[in-house]
């Protein structure tokens, strides 16, 4: 168990920047996630950390170990930086079985053959695989390669775990039982992990920090609930959940909070917010979460952040509704677990109470 440092790591591949300058540090014994959609450059920095990739500028430490650098041109092989890696394909050697694919690692590290068959062991018990030890890749379900190429990254104890998209290839109700195994041994070994995703919600559930990504660089890093409560910009609001905007300038600020007067084609209004640190003036997108926007048959009494709407759409989830309103021509996205009565068509009243419009600057 060590702690990680990236220093200002940049990959290039021809005119394809695809890591921009990236820091990153993970504390001994967190998992931190590297969120971001295709391309954003997750796969490539975990690579370069790993040593599979050789970075163009920066430094890696792995605990005191400087493992890279671009300018003393150090750079140590992906054997000697004591890292077990999960990738996205498994990478399960089809020909050999379930025991000697764990035991690879094991095997060319020379370790003593008794050795061997305690750690391989151990490993198979930590992931649940004991009673597949004979069989060949093709002989078992996708989960449980899941489970093979997981052993075989932990077998030799390595100080730090890396994981790229490890439940992509897994169907959705294994792969929401598979991320709270994960949790669990990690947290069971202690180890320091680096775990790669695009899907927002394994990255919620997994982290002790989630650092978004965007085009080759970190662009927030946060525990779970500050990423979703307070998105640093539009792309991470936009990426993390489900969000509306509104787009508009500060009207006027005081202690007690802040008027954004909303100037959507069509929907001119003003909204009501609690924050109570921005300029008047100041360009911003008031965001509100679909789970924040109430829906009422009637006109409700309190009139603050109340508009007649029309209910577009109702689609029902299974546990909650999802639904689209109209308010002045803007379209709004609204999420309730409760039944909501109103037909499509129908005029209906929405409200976003002050606390829950966050505001984004627009630079
Ligand atoms: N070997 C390579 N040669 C050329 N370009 C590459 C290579 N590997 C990655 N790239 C480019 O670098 C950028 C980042 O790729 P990377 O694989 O790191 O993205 P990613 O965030 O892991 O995406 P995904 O979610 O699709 O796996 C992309 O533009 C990609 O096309
Ligand atoms: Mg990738």
């Keep these: 168990m060590r702690d990680v440092r990236i220093e200002k790591l940049v990959k290039r591949f021809g005119n394809v920047t695809a890591v921009a300058g990236v820091d990153i540090t993970i504390p001994e014994g967190k998992i931190v996630t590297l969120l971001g959609p295709s391309g954003c450059g997750k796969t490539t920095t975990l690579r370069c950390l790993a040593g599979f990739e050789s970075a163009d500028e920066g430094k890696i430490w792995i605990g005191d170990q400087l493992v890279f650098d671009s ?8 054997q000697k930086r004591d890292m077990g890696m999960v990738f996205q394909s ?7 079985s379930v025991f000697e694919n764990i035991a690879f690692p094991l095997r060319i590290r020379k370790t ?4 061997v068959d305690e750690l391989v062991a151990r490993a198979m018990r930590m992931v649940g695989i004991e009673e597949l030890k004979d069989r060949l890749p093709s002989e078992i379900s996708g989960g449980q390669q899941q489970r093979v190429a997981f052993a075989r990254a932990i077998v030799y104890d390595p100080a730090v775990l890396l994981l790229d998209e490890p439940l992509s290839n897994l169907d959705a109700k294994l792969r929401e039982r598979m ?9 069971k070994i202690g180890i320091t992990t680096v775990y790669v995703t695009h899907d927002q919600e394994e990255a919620m559930v997994l982290s002790d920090e989630v650092l978004v ?12 609930e500050e990423i979703y409560f307070d998105p640093h910009n539009e792309f991470v609001a936009d990426f993390i ?8 300038a500060v009207l006027n600020c005081q202690d007690c909070g802040s008027i954004v007067s909303i100037r959507e084609e069509g ?3 003003e909204i009501h917010t609690t924050r109570t640190d921005y300029a008047e003036g100041k360009k911003v997108l ?8 109430i829906i009422y048959p009637d006109k409700p009494q309190e009139e603050v952040n109340t508009w007649p709407a029309r209910l577009v759409r109702k689609n029902f989830l299974g546990g909650l509704f999802d639904m689209v309103v109209e308010v002045k021509g803007k379209e709004l996205r609204c999420r309730t677990p409760f039944k909501v009565e109103a037909k499509i068509g129908s005029d209906v009243y929405i409200q976003i109470q002050p606390k829950d419009v966050l505001l984004i600057d627009i630079n």
């Design 241 to 248: 959940g489900k969000i509306n905007f509104l787009r508009g």
């Design 267 to 269: 929907f001119q209004s």
């Design 112 to 115: 003593s053959r008794r050795k």
């Design 90 to 96: 498994y990478a399960v050697w089809p020909h050999m």
């Design 179 to 187: 991320r709270f195994e994960i949790l669990e041994l990690q947290r």
């Design 71 to 78: 300018k003393q041109k150090i750079n140590l092989a992906p």
């Design 286 to 293: 008031a965001s509100v979460r679909p789970e924040n926007i």
């Design 213 to 224: 990504m965007d085009c080759g660089k970190v662009i927030q890093r946060g525990d779970p």
